[in-house]
């Protein structure tokens, strides 16, 4: 028997897939869709690759694990080879193909070039993400910051290692500015929902105004701008 969706509940599936992006004709756009049935650079003999540096990460909103390896030309710093491996969903797949894309294109981004990219602009170039999807764009990028740290420990630049240390926002809770972007990345874009999933500010109240700031902040950062979410 084919089971009865409710108009509520079809509403409330519909929320979690809409597009980000301003043309909302399809669930995913084309290109999500073209970077997931045919994924760019997907490592398939890990053994005979040989990379310069790799970088793991793991996602704490769904468990997923996200491997990158790269090659990198020491004279230029460019990143002239990429390749990626997942347990991540359909979007973290044509999230990180599409990264390695821009990574290696037109003879390679600098590791520092590299290093700057955003969420959004895997996001522009994917033609945007259903909201509930975001944090898996994210995956990637993390990913590929770990691996241009681990070349940088390999070359003994252990000066230009940049590590993302969390800093505590909530002292009785123990909460650091790491848990609450992964709240929001989670879909959490409000002090309500934040505070529903991570209990911020519930014992130290002080702390309300900061992590409202730091919704507000990782909101633009994933979301964009204009975003009303
Ligand atoms: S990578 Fe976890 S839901 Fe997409």
New binding site residues.
């Given amino acids: 028997m084919t089971p009865h969706i409710t108009n509520s509940s079809e509403e409330a599936r519909k929320g979690d897939v809409v597009s980000n992006s301003k043309d909302k004709g399809w669930f995913y756009s084309d290109i999500v869709k073209e970077h997931f049935f045919h994924p760019q650079n997907f490592m398939e003999d890990e053994a005979a690759y040989e990379d310069s540096a790799m970088g793991m990460v793991g996602?704490p909103?769904?468990g997923?694990a996200m491997r990158v390896w790269i090659v990198v030309d020491p004279a230029t710093e460019k990143i002239t080879d990429m390749k990626w491996k997942?347990f991540?969903?359909g979007?973290?797949i044509a999230s990180t193909s599409i990264l390695s894309v821009m990574a290696t294109e037109n003879g390679g981004l600098t590791l520092s070039q590299a290093r700057a990219l955003r969420p959004q602009d895997i996001m522009e170039r994917l033609g945007g993400l259903p909201a509930r999807?975001v944090?898996?764009s994210v995956?990637g990028d993390k990913a590929l910051r770990s691996a241009i740290n681990d070349w940088y420990r390999r070359a003994g630049r252990h000066e230009d290692v940049q590590v993302e240390a969390g800093r505590i926002i909530d002292k009785i809770l123990k909460i650091t500015d790491h848990d609450i972007e992964e709240a929001v990345l989670d879909g959490a874009t409000t002090l309500e929902a934040v505070q529903q999933k991570i209990k911020v500010g519930t014992g130290d109240t002080t702390c309300i105004p900061e992590v409202e700031q730091l919704i507000r902040f990782y909101r633009e950062k994933y979301f964009g701008a204009d975003s009303k979410k």
């Fill in positions: 996602s909103a769904c997923d997942t991540g969903c979007s973290a999807k944090h898996c995956l």
